[in-house]
């Protein structure tokens, strides 16, 4: 069964910190992944897509991996901000569908 | 260009009745996506359009689901009757190609008493 698991659930961080958020997929076939920053009340807002061959990609300060061979993936986040607040999505898509596969996101809270 | 542009942005209606949600989506833009977003379930794609034409409906839930794309800059998600459990935030989403950057409307979302 294809699935995107998210973790953690929810994430509270002090300002300035770092943090990684954690996407494990068993979509097969597969052919890209993305991360979604989706504000309260907001729609979601594309962060970054990976390909099968790319392992990183940045968007200011979030940098996304994939391991297409473990199906992992991570969204590393530099450096917080209180503006990060939001629930960050993992997407999977399977190839030739179209039919994206989402994660349930984590609730990440930046506190002052 | 404004983006993906939904109404009504919330919807009060009782159960029963029929509800029709709006979508304008980004000028140019070939593909147009329609999701529905629960706590219990995140987010679902309920059905797609490639040029003004359904392409995949599968994920519509039930007959009472109904989605029509009469033109490239119109498309309408109708629920007839609503029922309380369709109750949810519905997006609608386009892009120029399925594995570009989707942009996401502001959502509707839907109570039904």
């Known amino acids: 069964k294809n699935q995107v698991e998210q973790s953690p659930q929810s994430l509270i961080i002090l300002e300035g910190k770092n943090c990684t958020l954690q996407c494990n997929y068993t979509v097969s076939p597969f052919s890209n992944l993305r991360w979604y920053k989706q504000d309260t009340g907001r729609g979601p807002v594309s962060l970054t897509i990976m390909t099968f061959s790319e392992n990183t990609k940045s968007n200011g300060r979030y940098t996304a991996t994939l391991d297409a061979d473990t199906k992992q993936s991570s969204l590393h986040i530099t450096a917080s901000q209180l503006s990060d607040s939001a629930s960050y999505i993992c997407v999977v898509d399977t190839s030739g569908t179209y039919k994206y596969i989402f994660g349930t996101g984590t609730r990440l809270k930046v506190l002052a | 260009d404004a983006g993906v542009i939904q109404s009504p942005r919330h919807e009060v209606t009782e159960m029963g009745q029929e509800v029709t949600l709006r979508c304008k989506p980004i000028?140019?833009?070939?593909?147009l996506f329609w999701y529905r977003q629960t706590m219990m379930r995140g987010l679902e794609l309920l059905i797609y359009?490639?040029?003004?034409?359904?392409?995949?409906d599968s994920g519509m839930p039930e007959d009472r689901f109904s989605a029509k794309m009469p033109n490239a800059s119109f498309s309408t998600l109708k629920i007839q009757p609503s029922e309380p459990r369709d109750s949810a935030v519905y997006f609608c989403?386009?892009?120029?190609?399925?594995?570009?950057?989707?942009?996401f409307g502001q959502g509707t979302r839907l109570t039904v008493v």
């Open positions: 359009f490639n040029n003004n034409v359904p392409i995949d």
């Open positions: 000028s140019g833009h070939d593909y």
């Open positions: 989403a386009s892009s120029h190609q399925p594995d570009t950057e989707a942009f």
